[in-house]
């Protein structure tokens, strides 16, 4: 026993004074290549000087120099998970007005109402605890079956409904979440009276904020990867499975007062709604839309959020959300349609107050997708990082997915909305509002001239009298 602990402290004295070692040797070592960096960057002319890297960089953007290189790589648009790198709608421009004896604080949060109903003029309303819903992402062709089954089963903790995006039709997800809305998808699947009487609500998706009605589609060689995929896509071996750019049933004006019929028919009324891009042409596009008397319409900013659009696409299509939503707000005011038609939005929304805003301009709810995935990840990134990025753990096709471990995600993702909530909660209570629903323009105020005077709010310069 004596030998064994006096060579268990000759292996620890030897293991200090090998490190010991390593550290001189690796501080000699770091000054050497230190030295010759520096003296290459300070005499070599800049044609040959390591520094010109720094200097291109700073020229085009590190993000575009790799992108660039992507290109060069593969001969294809490199595919930019999340979207867009900023967000472009003045959110951080609008400030909350609290009050204090002209009308007076509430006493509790927890007393503030927030439940929403979408649809209110559906026969079977989608009524939901929470105005923050999960918004459209595919299994498949984005997210892995486990992170569908955490999105979903996240949410109905949270009180929200999940969303089936533009994909096919996951058992799983449907026994995960309490509310469900399923997407009538492009594509051929998830479009049969079967799967669509299974939905609590119905969302008909003509495209997506930053990438519009853009196709996509999925190799045979990776669906032959998922056979499960591939089946539930209804795609034979060695076919791709497409998403074409439009609705192909779908020609008229008329046709689609049809489809929202037959639909709403076969689902024996739960709420029938359209998911689009934000636009220039919004109104047009809402004006045909509303023809078909859909219950809501869900519209997605180009700061949204996205699986893989291609990288420069993602920063110049659409319009941004916050004005895509005054204007769909306004839209539906003049056609006397708010309160018959609920408003859903969704795009570089981030944190309850982001949330509360949209609400204060005229959203009945919104929907979150990239801040719910990275809420779903959490503490469980460090199972792939620093190697991989956390996107390995969620998307499919991953080998890393399987390490997602799905009752901690929706944890996770039912904590992120509850905090947010309570934010949306204390926020309602310092303007002296009872319901998240009653937060109006009214409570808002911007130093900015310009949004004050186009979203018909106050200047802060301006006194109230």
Not at 23 to 36: D, E
Not at 352 to 361: N, Q, R
Request: hydrophobic share 45%.
């Amino acid at each position: 026993m004596k030998l064994f602990g006096l060579g268990v402290l000759a292996a620890i004295t030897g293991l200090i004074v090998f490190f010991c070692l390593l550290v001189v040797a690796s501080r000699g070592l770091i000054s050497l290549i230190f030295a010759f960096l520096y003296k290459r960057i300070t005499t070599d002319r800049y044609w040959s000087n390591l520094f010109e890297t720094y200097n291109l960089a700073k020229k085009i953007g590190l993000d575009r120099l790799v992108e660039a290189e992507l290109r060069s790589a593969h001969g294809q648009p490199p595919e930019r998970p999340f979207g867009r790198r900023n967000v472009v709608s003045p959110w951080q421009d609008l400030y909350f007005n609290p009050v204090y004896f002209y009308r007076q604080p509430l006493l509790d949060y927890t007393k503030i109402g927030t439940e929403v109903v979408i649809g209110p003029e559906a026969k079977y309303p989608l009524k939901i605890r929470i105005p923050v819903l999960i918004g459209g992402m595919a299994y498949g062709t984005a997210l892995s079956a486990k992170t569908k089954q955490a999105l979903a089963l996240g949410a109905t903790m949270a009180g929200t409904a999940a969303n089936t995006g533009n994909g096919p039709f996951l058992p799983a997800e449907r026994a995960a979440a309490e509310k469900l809305i399923i997407q009538y998808a492009r594509g051929s699947w998830a479009k049969d009276m079967e799967v669509l009487q299974k939905a609590d609500a119905v969302e008909i998706q003509l495209g997506q904020g930053l990438w519009g009605p853009a196709p996509a589609e999925l190799s045979p060689r990776r669906l032959a990867r998922n056979p499960q995929l591939r089946h539930l896509l209804g795609v034979k071996p060695g076919e791709k499975a497409v998403i074409p750019p439009r609705l192909l049933e779908v020609k008229t004006n008329q046709e689609l007062k049809e489809l929202v019929r037959a639909i709403r028919a076969q689902t024996e009324g739960v709420p029938v709604g359209f998911k689009l891009g934000a636009t220039q042409w919004l109104e047009r596009e809402l004006e045909i839309l509303v023809q078909a008397k859909p219950d809501f319409i869900a519209i997605d900013g180009m700061e949204g959020g996205t699986h893989g659009g291609l990288g420069s696409s993602l920063d110049a299509l659409g319009t941004p959300t916050l004005y895509a939503l005054v204007r769909a707000r306004r839209f539906l005011d003049e056609k006397n349609l708010s309160g018959r038609i609920s408003l859903l939005i969704g795009g570089g929304l981030y944190t309850g107050i982001d949330f509360l805003k949209a609400l204060a301009l005229g959203a009945d709810a919104v929907f979150i997708g990239t801040i719910a995935l990275l809420a779903l990840v959490h503490t469980q990134a460090v199972k792939v990082l620093p190697w991989e990025p956390p996107t390995k753990l969620i998307y499919e096709g991953s080998k890393q997915n399987n390490k997602l471990n799905i009752d901690q995600g929706a944890q996770s993702l039912a904590n992120f909305l509850k905090a947010a909530v309570q934010e949306m909660q204390v926020a309602a209570l310092c303007l002296g509002k009872e319901h998240l629903s009653a937060v109006d323009k009214t409570d808002l105020s911007t130093p900015s001239r310009e949004l004050a005077a186009y979203l018909g709010i106050r200047w802060c310069g301006d006194p109230v009298v």
